[in-house]
Nanobody, 121 residues
Framework: QVQLVESGGGLVQPGGSLSLSCAASGSIFSIDVMGWYRQAPGKQRELVARIFSAGSTNYADSVKGRFTISRDNAKNTVYLQMNSLKPEDTAVYYC???????????????WGQGTQVTVSS
């Protein structure tokens, strides 16, 4: 199994910034992708940003130019820097990784427990 431990959520005013981090641990052979999804009340979980092992990234259109994803491969950790936050960014943010264990030949998707981000004045 892969354990994902998230940190950094909280309450921030509109226009403010927050930084999230997520560390993966376990019997990991390799990690292909790390990323962040979010789910607002009454809505489906959606991709926020993801970063591949080689460094390429994808962002949701709604966060482009405001959020930056980065990754420390040596620490199996992914970061999300969120700037110019808006009330519509309020959601539970989930860390995700697609990883292969040392005991398996397949890559599986794993999820963190989620961290609340609330943007409100």
């Amino acid at each position: 199994q892969v354990q994902l431990v998230e940190s950094g959520g909280g309450l921030v005013q509109p226009g403010g910034s927050l930084s999230l981090s997520c560390a993966a641990s376990g019997s990991i052979f390799s990690i292909d992708v790390m990323g962040w999804y979010r789910q607002a009340p009454g809505k489906q979980r959606e991709l926020v940003a993801r970063i591949f092992s080689a460094g390429s990234t994808n962002y949701a259109d709604s966060v482009k130019g405001r959020f930056t994803i980065s990754r420390d491969n040596a620490k199996n950790t992914v970061y999300l820097q969120m700037n110019s936050l808006k009330p519509e960014d309020t959601a539970v943010y989930y860390c995700m990784t697609e990883a292969r264990l040392t005991t398996e030949w397949v890559t599986r998707r794993y999820w963190g427990q989620g961290t609340q981000v609330t943007v409100s004045s």
